[in-house]
């Protein structure tokens, strides 16, 4: 009698031909772990509280094929007629709230910012906040007001703020003088680079300037905007691993492991300061102390939430990086840019140079701002030339 084995491989069982079974079962199962967090998804949103109006999505995608990142502003703004001022995107597996009214806006952002608090952390924020020790992304609780009340008390206090005006000053002196060369000359200038630049040397004097000082600070100030470039360039590009978490460990785009590369230099450029900060603690008076030697001072003052070096430069991080929400630091940012442009107002009437014209088309990032860069020559217009001198 012919024995008949029992032992059937599942290939055989579905008459698939065997170099291509791997192949067909590896779809199968992925589409299969797909639709199950899929539905998974679908039914946890019927069991929760109502969602507001929106766009239909696709299946696993959600919205993101319609979506451009580089316009998303106006597209948001053409939805919102259709769908209201609160409306939901899906963004892959995430589900995001589009608020789109001052009103709405108002809502969230003050009479109910403590309940929209916190925020997914993504993936690259993950590694230039520390974890999200920072302002920005710490969740709300003992440990985010205490940053917060270290960064007003001392860096954006009416007396601070009124202090650093000869500050201010003599770095947008510095500007107009370097306009004024660039006039002479007849070459074109960006704007925008050029006030970022001044506003930066601002902060990061006010942040460590009582102790880094000449040469090393001008090194040390290139170094830093190098880094800060780099890393706002890796925040503001489209990281799927954002929407689709499942497969966030592997880092498709590699934008992880570009911003672990420079966020390590930035650490080490921080110890070198940190470290001549510590050995200046207690030796100037509290009027005259940088931001870094206030944050070493008073670190472990609060014993319900003291501050480690890791809080330390996640603030430092979040003063050339931004604030959160209703900005802390509004009252020293209007100060910053609205003398700096009012500065180079007074100085030079501005032209277009020769054949280009003035572009004010926009782009959507992390912060709205113009798709081609603001380039102009400017011009002389006051009859002093002592003005335009240091």
Not at 123 to 144: A, Q, R
Not at 196 to 222: C, H, Y
Not at 247 to 257: A, H, M, P, T
């Amino acid at each position: 009698m012919e024995t008949v084995s029992s032992n059937f491989s599942l290939s055989q069982i579905l008459n698939i031909e065997e170099p291509y079974s791997s192949v067909m079962l590896g779809v199968a199962a992925l589409l299969a772990v797909v639709c199950y967090f899929w539905i998974q998804g679908k039914s946890k949103s019927k069991n929760g509280p109502p969602l507001p109006p929106g766009p239909w999505p696709l299946p696993i995608v959600g919205n993101l094929p319609f979506l451009n990142s580089e316009i998303l502003h106006t597209q948001f703004q053409a939805l919102t007629l259709k769908h209201g001022p609160l409306m939901k995107i899906h963004l892959g597996s995430k589900l995001a709230i589009v608020v789109s009214s001052p009103d709405m806006a108002r809502e969230v952002l003050k009479t109910h910012d403590i309940t929209f608090a916190n925020h997914d952390l993504p993936e690259v924020g993950k590694i230039n906040t520390y974890g999200g020790e920072d302002i920005l992304w710490s969740p709300y609780g003992t440990h985010w007001r205490r940053l917060r009340k270290l960064c007003v008390m001392k860096m954006f206090t009416t007396p601070t703020l009124e202090a650093s005006y000869s500050t201010r000053r003599e770095e947008t002196r510095q500007t107009v003088v370097y306009m004024s060369e660039m006039a002479r000359e007849g070459s074109p200038v960006n704007l925008g680079e050029q006030i970022f630049l001044s506003i930066f040397n601002v902060v990061t004097r006010m942040m460590w300037g009582a102790t880094v000082e000449g040469d090393e600070r001008t090194s040390l100030g290139n170094e830093l905007k190098t880094l800060i470039s780099d890393i706002s360039d890796i925040e503001g590009i489209q990281n799927y691993s954002d929407f689709f978490p499942l497969f966030s460990r592997f880092d498709f785009q590699g934008l992880v492991k570009q911003m672990k590369g420079h966020v390590k230099k930035l650490d080490l450029l921080f110890d070198r300061v940190m470290e001549s900060h510590v050995k200046m603690v207690g030796k100037k008076s509290e009027e005259e102390e940088d931001f870094l030697q206030y944050l070493l001072r008073v670190k472990d003052d609060d014993e319900k939430a003291p501050l480690s070096m890791t809080h330390v430069k996640s603030l430092l991080m979040d003063m050339v990086l931004g604030g959160r929400r209703i900005c802390a630091a509004i009252n020293m940012a209007e100060r910053l840019v609205l003398f700096n442009i009012a500065s180079l107002l007074h100085s030079f009437d501005w032209k277009a140079p020769q054949g280009q014209k003035f572009e004010v088309e926009e782009k959507f990032g992390l912060v709205l701002k113009l798709k081609s860069p603001l380039v102009a020559i400017p011009v002389p217009r006051l009859s002093d030339p002592k003005l335009y001198t240091a």
